[in-house]
Structure formats: C-alpha cells, structure tokens
C-alpha cells in the first residue's frame, strides 16, 4: 500500500483534501498523489504547491465528471493507495460510490474528522441525524468523503516540488448530457456566507420578515431560515433552508432568531465560528449550541439590536 489520494471535482475542494490529506501523510510517512481532472496548468501545480508529491492530470472532452469515475478507480488501482479522499459533493459521493464498488473497498460518506490512532485510520462522522457519532477504523484502501468547508485549504508552498503526470481519461459515454440549465438563486449562496440570520417559527407573520431584512442589512448578513419556514409557510425559497435535509452552513457569525434548535436544524450550522441565539424559551435546545444566548421577546430584542447598530 502507498500512500493518500485525494480528488475532487472542484479544485478548492482538492486543496481542502491536501490539508488533512497532508497531516495525516505527514504522520504516516507517506506520499500524497492528487488527482486533477480538466484543470490547467497553474492549477496542477497549485495542488503540488499545496502538498501534493504528485498530480495526476487527466483530460477528457465529456464535461461530466461521473462519466470519468472508472477512469479515476483505474488511477486509484494503480497507486493502490492506503486511503482515498474524495470530496463530498453531490457529484463528489456519486463517483465515490462508483469506485467503492469496482474496488470493493469500505466507503465512509461525510466524515467529520479522521486521524491516526495507533498507525490505524480512523473516523468520526454524524448519524441519526446528528445523535449520536460514529467511529471507525478504516481498513486499507478505504474510500472517505469529506464534505465541502469542512477543513480549510491547505496553505500553499511555491516551494514545494512534485511531478505532474499527464493522462488521458476514457469518459463512460452510456449516459450523454443534453444540457444543462443552472438553478438561479433567488438569494446569495448561504454555503459562502459570512454572516447568516437565521429565522423561525418565533416569527409570527411574513410580514415580519421587513424587520429581519433590516438587522439584516445592518450587519450585512444573508438571511436563512429553518425547515418549517421554506417549506411549510414557504416564506423563503427552500435553498434557504439550513440544516440535516437543508444546507450546512459555516459563517463567521450565526444569529438565529425564533428557532428552537433541534438537531436536524442545528447540524448544519454548527460548524458556525460563532452562535448567538435569540429565543423566548430559556429551555430551548438551541441555547445548547449557541456560544451566546438572549432569552426574551424577538419583537424587543431585534428592534433594540437595529436602533443600537444604526447610532
Ligand atoms: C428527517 C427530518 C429532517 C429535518 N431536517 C430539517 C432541516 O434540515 N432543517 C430544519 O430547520 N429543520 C429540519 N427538520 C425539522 C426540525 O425537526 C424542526 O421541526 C424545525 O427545525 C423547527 O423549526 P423552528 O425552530 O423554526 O420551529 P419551532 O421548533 O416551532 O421553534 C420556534 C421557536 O421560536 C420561539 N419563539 C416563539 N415566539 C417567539 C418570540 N416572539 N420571540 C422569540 N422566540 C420566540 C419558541 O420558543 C421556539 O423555540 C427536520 C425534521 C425531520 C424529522
């Protein structure tokens, strides 16, 4: 067995693999090849600058990353290496899964952590929607997805060296792409915001949401929400919606206000630097999570927050 593999289809992705894909090489005493599939040149040696002994570069004309997954376990099989990141996009776990199955490895979706215990590989990642977490120890070869964010990218080193070798992908064509039409997104993309307003069930009225738009603007926050407000009062777009079944979410500055906190909602947004909660409920669960918390009357407590920041 060799060393680490990492890939994704999104490069800053890759580079957020070569952080904890580096550490644990470091560790272990090994190499790390990284995979770049119809990346430039600069972007190859970004990777090899971000840690990676070697680039595998592929190139294919399909624009469909899926159609290159029995390439990619082709290069995986050749370097027969102790452990594959993957990043854990939606595309990211589709290809995952594909080659999990031609290898008949172990696959672990969305882990939290991973490191070595006593030369071992070993994971943490959520279940039950957050409950309860689950460890395990990687045999050789497994394959791990890591989702988006959840490591920083690994500082680049111009410095470093590395070989970057040049292939040339056989694409699957059975499944050919007519087109693609992008979603529009009615709001900024919430999974890059800096600072988010989260709302819920405490709001009493849409019409309220006027006074969550102008903390909102105040502080210059993307505004999000819980499930029951996309989808059950559809006062926001359902992409607005944080959490297990929504999105995960990684601000600078979380602020919800009139959410209760249960773990589905809480599980994408923990990963927040910090929380602050408003709530009427001193008992409700989401003080657990939130670094600092307001117990009382969000029609008190939001209009003071915006008379204070507006002096
Ligand atoms: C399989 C599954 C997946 C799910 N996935 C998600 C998900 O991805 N995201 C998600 O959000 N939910 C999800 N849910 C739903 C989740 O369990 C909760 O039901 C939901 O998050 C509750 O939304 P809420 O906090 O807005 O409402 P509530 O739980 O009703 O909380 C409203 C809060 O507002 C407070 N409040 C009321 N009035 C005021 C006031 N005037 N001032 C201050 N506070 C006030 C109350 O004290 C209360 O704490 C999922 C559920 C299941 C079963």
Same mark, same amino acid.
């Given at each position: 067995m060799n060393g680490i593999f990492v890939y994704s289809e999104d490069i800053a992705v890759t580079k957020q693999l070569l952080n904890i894909g580096r550490s644990l090489a470091d560790v272990l005493q090994v190499n790390v090849t990284a995979l770049a599939l119809n990346e430039t040149e600069t972007d190859t040696a970004g990777l090899i600058a971000c840690g +990676? &002994?070697?680039? !595998?570069a592929l190139s294919g004309s399909?624009?469909?990353? &899926?159609?290159y997954a029995e390439s990619i376990a082709e290069c995986i099989a050749k370097e027969n290496p102790l452990l594959v990141l993957i990043g854990g996009t939606m595309r990211g776990k589709d290809v995952a899964a594909r080659i999990a199955a031609w290898h008949s490895h172990g696959l672990v979706n969305s882990a939290m952590s991973i490191e070595v215990v006593e030369r071992k590989l070993e994971t943490k990642r959520m279940l039950y929607g957050g409950l309860a977490v689950c460890k395990e120890e990687l045999s050789e070869g497994c394959i791990v997805t890591i989702d988006p964010r959840t490591y920083e990218e690994a500082a680049a080193d111009p410095l470093r060296n590395g070989d970057v070798v040049a292939c040339t992908a056989q694409s699957n064509d059975a499944v050919l792409v007519g087109g693609v039409c992008p979603i529009v997104r009615e709001r900024a993309d919430l999974a890059n915001a800096e600072k988010i307003i989260c709302v819920g069930?405490? =709001?009493?009225?849409?019409?309220?949401m006027k006074l969550v738009e102008d903390l909102a603007e105040k502080i210059g926050a993307e505004i999000g929400c819980s499930r029951s407000i996309a989808?059950?009062?559809?006062? =926001?777009?359902?992409?607005?919606y944080i959490g297990l079944s929504g999105q995960k979410v990684k601000p600078q500055l979380y602020l919800s206000i009139g !959410?209760?906190?249960q773990v589905q909602h809480i599980v994408g947004a923990r990963d927040a630097r910090v929380i602050v909660a408003i709530d009427k409920?001193?008992? +409700?669960?989401i003080f657990s999570a939130a670094d600092y918390g307001i117990v009382g009357d969000l029609y008190e407590i939001v209009p003071k927050l915006i008379e204070k920041l507006g002096k």
């Open positions: +990676a &002994e070697k680039v !595998i399909n624009p469909w990353v &899926e159609s069930r405490g =709001l009493s009225s849409q019409s309220d989808e059950d009062y559809h006062w =926001l777009p359902t992409e607005s !959410i209760s906190g409920n001193e008992k +409700a669960p």
